[in-house]
């Protein structure tokens, strides 16, 4: 079975800090690996996923197959930031999507 | 483009009463999912269609949830009776699969039950 662990319900940092989510992985296959985000009063949305290799809005995540994991970074954290989010899952060559509990991110001033 | 559509936003009921959630999807997308996401927690799938079939509704509580999705289209997930544990928010998102793969989930903004 398919398993994503957030380790950190909460994190906060302060303003121009860099920010590591940490999201880790169980499953046997090779995954295609999400962060999808929630901010105040908005819909979950998809912010970005690893086989696009992009950054989005300063945030980058690379997929580590050995330590299965899948932390999301970003170097210089900004107020914007702040938000739910979720690291989530789906077999290749499948339509399932499992997501993990969340990490409510708060980035102070 | 309103993106996903979903109502009611909020449903206060008593339990043992039943309830009805409906979502439209975005035009062309051929895959709904519905989700509940329990206070604290991530999204759980509770069933997902291709097109108007049932493709995956090995978490849904069938004794007392029942979900459809008439012509490929808007769908409806229906809860009778409630509980109190059915107290959620239902969130319903669509995708368009192309090959298989997990395409971008679009999320509507949930209808949240409460059970009382």
């Known amino acids: 079975a398919q398993r994503v662990t957030q380790p950190e319900k909460l994190l906060s940092v302060f303003k121009g800090a860099p920010v590591e989510l940490k999201c880790n992985y169980s499953?046997?296959?090779?995954?295609?690996l999400f962060w999808y985000v929630q901010y105040s009063r908005q819909r979950l949305q998809l912010l970005l996923r690893?086989?696009s290799r992009e950054s989005i809005k300063g945030f980058t995540a690379d997929l580590n197959k050995g330590e299965t994991s899948f932390h999301l970074k970003k170097p210089f954290a900004q107020e914007e930031d702040s938000a739910m989010y979720y690291c989530?899952?789906?077999?290749?060559?499948?339509?399932?999507?499992?997501f993990g509990k969340g990490t409510k991110l708060t980035v102070n001033p | 483009e309103a993106g996903v559509v979903q109502s009611p936003r909020y449903k206060i009921i008593e339990k043992k009463q039943p309830v009805a959630f409906w979502c439209n999807p975005i035009?062309?997308?051929?895959?709904l999912y519905w989700y509940r996401q329990n206070l604290g927690q991530g999204p759980e799938l509770l069933i997902r269609?291709?097109?108007?079939?049932?493709?995956?509704d090995s978490q849904l509580p069938k004794d007392r949830f029942s979900a459809e999705r008439l012509k490929g289209v808007d769908s409806t997930l229906k809860i009778q009776p409630a509980e109190l544990g059915d107290s959620a928010v239902y969130l319903c998102?669509?995708?368009?699969?192309?090959?298989?793969?997990?395409?971008?989930?679009?999320f509507g903004e949930g209808s949240r039950l409460t059970v009382l």
């Open positions: 998102a669509s995708s368009l699969v192309v090959a298989g793969n997990t395409g971008e989930l679009f």
């Open positions: 499953y046997s296959g090779s995954p295609e």
């Open positions: 690893h086989i």
């Open positions: 989530a899952l789906s077999p290749v060559g499948s339509e399932k999507l499992v």
């Open positions: 035009s062309g997308h051929n895959t």
């Open positions: 269609y291709e097109n108007e079939e049932a493709v995956d």
